[in-house]
């Protein structure tokens, strides 16, 4: 094909669109690799790039929430997070769910890590904010398809949940990885 491109040693051919919903746009398309000449059909997620937040009180205790998520069927416990809107930055992204999900604020916000959560299947990332000195200084205002309940732990208490297996949410946990490695 004319429209075959070269990247690292694999020849891509024009993919085609599966299905587009306002989450992800699902994309297929042939590739080849050039070391062994076998082809196959790859399917790649568009998603937009995505925000957690880690946001800590002045006594330390972590901004936390629980919402029932479909994927797994079941109430989760992470911290904010979600979509960083088309033109929106990670820090503003981040700031907004904190605060639409939780009513916090705090100061200081940073950038404090980024994964691509599944290069095999994903082309996004997600980034992880860190907001110091966060403080409730409104009600939430959720999206009409959130109930969220928001609640505070210690560090302490919220890696007790990760080594029971409670807080099994990979994202969430690379964004606590992250924090650890700023203490």
């Known amino acids: 094909m004319k429209d075959d491109i070269e990247v690292h040693g694999w020849i891509l051919a ?5 299905l587009k ?12 690799c050039q070391r062994t000449g076998r082809k196959k059909e790859f399917i790649r997620f568009d998603f937009s790039d995505w ?11 972590l901004v936390m ?3 029932f998520r479909y994927g797994s069927c079941r109430p989760e416990i992470e911290i904010p997070g979600g979509i960083i809107d088309p033109g929106e930055d990670p820090i503003t992204a981040g700031c907004r769910e904190l605060q639409e999900e939780t009513g916090y604020r705090g100061n200081q916000p940073e950038i404090i890590g980024k ?11 997600c980034y992880t904010i860190l907001v110091k000195d966060a403080v409730k200084s409104d009600n939430p205002k959720q999206d009409d398809m959130e109930d969220i309940e928001c609640f505070l732990r210690s560090y302490k208490e919220v890696t007790a949940l990760v080594r029971q297996g409670t807080i099994d949410h990979g ?3 690379n964004a606590l990885m992250f924090y650890a490695m700023t203490k």
């Not at 024009?14 to 599966?18: P, S, Y």
């Not at 919903?21 to 080849?32: F, M, N």
């Not at 994964?115 to 996004?124: F, K, R, T």
């Open 14 to 18: 024009q993919e085609k669109e599966l």
């Open 21 to 32: 919903t306002p989450l992800a746009t699902i994309r297929s398309g042939p590739a080849r």
């Open 51 to 61: 925000v957690n937040v880690v946001a800590v009180t002045p006594i330390g205790q």
């Open 65 to 67: 929430i629980r919402q």
């Open 115 to 125: 994964v691509c959560p599944n290069p095999a299947l994903q082309d996004n990332y």
């Open 171 to 173: 994202l969430v946990l």
